[in-house]
């Protein structure tokens, strides 16, 4: 490939050889940073685009021919997509519709290799302004994760006597801390890993960013043999309750929302439940 850096900026290499100059990288690019050189078609980034970029790499995804590079997003790293690994809307419609929520799971510790595997497809969820900010804290020791149970267990008891009106918001609670006071753990279900993702606080798109990620996670997880749940009430706990969140030790300035449970799924599921229609609006 007879690779050369246009002149007057550093980010964008093109194949002056294969290029057709047809533009599509500089009208797709979602910055307008991409334009046409005057003198001889051929594209380059405008001046000052470098601080505008956001690395998203549709210049290089976009590219018929393959003769666009960017320094920061390596066309060697951009592998091309595979016809033959595509799937069809039944197949898709059938993966999405048959994630489940598991919440029994085998006595068995979920490799730390499984779980690095998940994470690093989540990281291909989309951020706003492709921030990727996403940081993950994950517990695999049961006897932490049952602890973080324990604390939400704590969490709800103290809701119950400084608030009688949450208890009418959520039915659950008694019974979730008569289960635990039964020795089981409804909260966290006595999953073998935790998964909780965060973003940082001054970030605006942050918590969206993780939720979408972790529903990356939840969709590939069965593909590695594996089950998740939201963890709904341990969310609960950690909006307000600093022991809990003690516990859990996010990266300085960072949040969660909802964090997932893990593990090696006791029952396999043999059908597609159905659910409501959508409602939409039409406008
Ligand atoms: C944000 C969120 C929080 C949830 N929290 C909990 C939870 O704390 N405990 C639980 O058992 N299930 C929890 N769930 C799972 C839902 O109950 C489940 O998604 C729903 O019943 C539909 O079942 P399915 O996921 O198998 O389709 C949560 C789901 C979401 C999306």
Redesign the pocket.
Known sequence: MNLQCTKNMQLLINDESTCKKDGICANECPVAIIRLKDGNGFPEMVQGGEGICLLCGHCVAVCPQGALSHIKVPIEECPPILKEVEISEEQAIQFLRSR??V?FFKNRPVEKEKIQRLIEAARYAPTGSNSQSIEWTVFTDKTEIRNLAGLTVEWMKNVREANSQAIADFPYIPMIIAAWEMGMDVVLREAPALIIASAPQKNTSGMTDLSISLSYLDLIAPKLGLGT?????LQGGLTSWKPLKDAVGLPEGHSQH?PMMLGYSKYKYFRLPERKLPKINWK
């Open positions: 489940r929520s919440r749940c939201w963890a709904g009430l909802y």
